[in-house]
């Protein structure tokens, strides 16, 4: 599973992905992941969700990024949440590679039964059409 938490800059996403992360640990069997680009919201999660600032690894790019994301899946075979606040910043993407990006996250959902939560620094209206049926949550 996929789903999109949208709405543009100091809207709320990183609220509602933090109450995710919290529902997400209550019903999950295996690891919860939140990734960040910094470690601000450490003491606003349960010490049960592992905490990653992609700043302190040498993430470099959409491929790297990619890399980054498969070596937490193969290392965690109990892996069960993603959660990814600020995707485009923490990915390094364009608006323009969202819908590719997105689309190699649903392949490692559906291949190795990860659920990624993400959010994106964008309106609803600009939400590229094939992903808006992701979207759970547009403020």
């Known amino acids: 599973m996929v789903e999109l938490i949208v709405g543009g800059k100091g809207k709320g996403k990183t609220k509602i992905l933090l109450e995710k992360a919290a529902e997400a640990i209550k019903k999950a069997n295996g690891s919860v992941v939140y990734v960040d680009k910094n470690n601000q919201h450490m003491y606003e999660l349960s010490n049960q969700i592992r905490l990653v600032d992609i700043t302190q690894y040498p993430v470099k790019g959409t ?11 193969a290392s965690d075979h109990d892996l069960e949440y993603v959660i990814l606040d600020s995707f485009l910043t923490i990915a390094g993407l364009e608006l323009k590679e969202l819908v590719s990006a997105v ?31 992701l979207i759970s949550v547009a403020l």
């Open 63 to 73: 491929e790297g990024f990619f890399g980054f994301l498969s070596g937490m899946i």
């Open 103 to 133: 689309e190699l996250i649903k392949s490692l959902s559906e291949r190795y039964s990860v659920n990624f939560i993400i959010s994106v620094s964008l309106d609803e209206a600009e939400i590229p059409a094939g992903l808006k049926e």
